[in-house]
């Protein structure tokens, strides 16, 4: 009981948080105007009304869902890898979809004559496939490692390999590029949630309500993940399966997230610590619920500062992420060492 009234709790948390994140900007929208607006009612004034439904509720859609696919690959990872600091990109497939954006955004220019970021919609969705691409590419490079190896320690550091040499190709290209490309690129790697709207944003939203609850369905093969290789496999655990299965379902999370809100850090990593110091279990079956929603909660948290009013356009979410995140994981991790 006392773990649904928390579920319960973290829900009501992030309702409010949805309409703080409609009401509160440069312009200033009162919480029942937001209401009547979202039930179609007439009466409020336009600009209002344009602003919340062709602006901010697309960007609050898009933190809240991202934070939630974020924070259940980063789950995934640290049960997998059985290491508390293990997190969304330590396979390198972030680091993928930086390198499919990087050859968009950096080399398209110099190959084609026109850099492809330059084209407006055909730009972002060129963006968007290319973050794919590359990080599918990556997942099916680790998968076929994880395939022919044993151990999760070697697997680990190959995927850590992969994402310096993608890092390294990267540099390569931005030592190449034009300064104003290396400066749209860099822009892109300090994330946003504000870049997905229309139909992005129902497109990105659909593909995440697809591949959450089938991360979900993974709950079972993660418990027994963590009695250990030897246990699981005695209950009839097909170990290979399930650790490729976990790091398909993570991996196509991150790619989602990273190819239409660039790299997000600090929340993968710092969500399932809070999940399981507010829940005080390992049993997956609470934890990925709770890590959902503490996911989705934070990312709404952090979204609504990256634009409270006095800052010119958005702070980088990726500033804001490790400004909130790195101090609740010091604090939990310090309490339980308590």
């Not at 170990?239 to 196509?252: C, E, F, K, N, Q």
């Not at 999370?253 to 279990?281: K, N, Q, S």
């Not at 992420?321 to 609740?328: D, N, Q, S």
Request: some cysteine; aromatic content about 6%.
């Amino acid at each position: 009981m006392k773990i649904k009234f928390k579920l319960l709790l973290l829900l009501a948390a992030i309702l409010l948080l949805v309409v703080v994140n409609l009401a509160v900007g440069t312009v200033p929208i009162p919480p029942g105007s937001v209401c009547r607006i979202l039930m179609g009612s007439d009466g409020e004034p336009v600009i209002w009304t344009n602003i919340v439904l062709s602006s901010r509720l697309p960007q609050t859609l898009t933190a809240m869902v991202a934070g939630a696919g974020l924070a259940v690959s980063g789950l995934q990872m640290q049960t997998v890898f059985r290491n508390p600091l293990a997190g969304p990109s330590v396979l390198g497939i972030s680091n993928g979809a930086a390198l499919g954006v990087a050859f968009v955004v950096l080399m398209s220019g110099s190959i084609g004559g026109v850099a492809l970021s330059r084209l407006g919609y055909l730009g972002d969705a060129a963006m968007s496939l290319a973050a794919i691409m590359g990080a599918l590419l990556v997942m099916a490079v680790i998968i076929w490692i994880s395939n022919r190896v044993e151990g999760r320690g070697t697997l680990l550091i190959i995927g850590v390999m992969i994402g310096y040499l993608a890092n390294a190709i990267i540099g390569v290209m931005k030592f190449l590029s034009p300064e104003e490309d290396v400066k749209a690129f860099v822009v892109w790697g300090l994330g946003s949630f504000s870049r997905v709207s229309g139909g992005d944003m129902l497109l990105f939203v659909g593909l995440m309500c697809v591949l959450l609850p089938l991360a979900c369905l993974l709950v079972k093969p993660m418990n027994l993940l963590l009695l250990g290789d030897r246990y699981a496999a005695n209950l009839g655990l097909n170990i290979r399966r399930a650790r490729t299965l976990v790091i398909v379902s993570s991996s196509l999370l991150v790619a989602i997230v990273t190819a239409y809100c660039g790299p997000i850090m600090f929340i993968g990593l710092a969500v399932p610590h809070l999940a399981r110091g507010l829940f005080r279990t390992s049993d997956h079956r609470v934890l990925m619920p709770a890590t959902l929603l503490s996911g989705a909660l934070l990312a709404l948290v952090c979204n609504l500062i990256a634009r409270m009013p006095g800052f010119e356009g958005a702070l980088p979410v990726n500033s804001v992420t490790a400004l909130v995140g790195a101090p609740v994981v010091a604090y939990i991790l310090f309490r339980k060492r308590k």
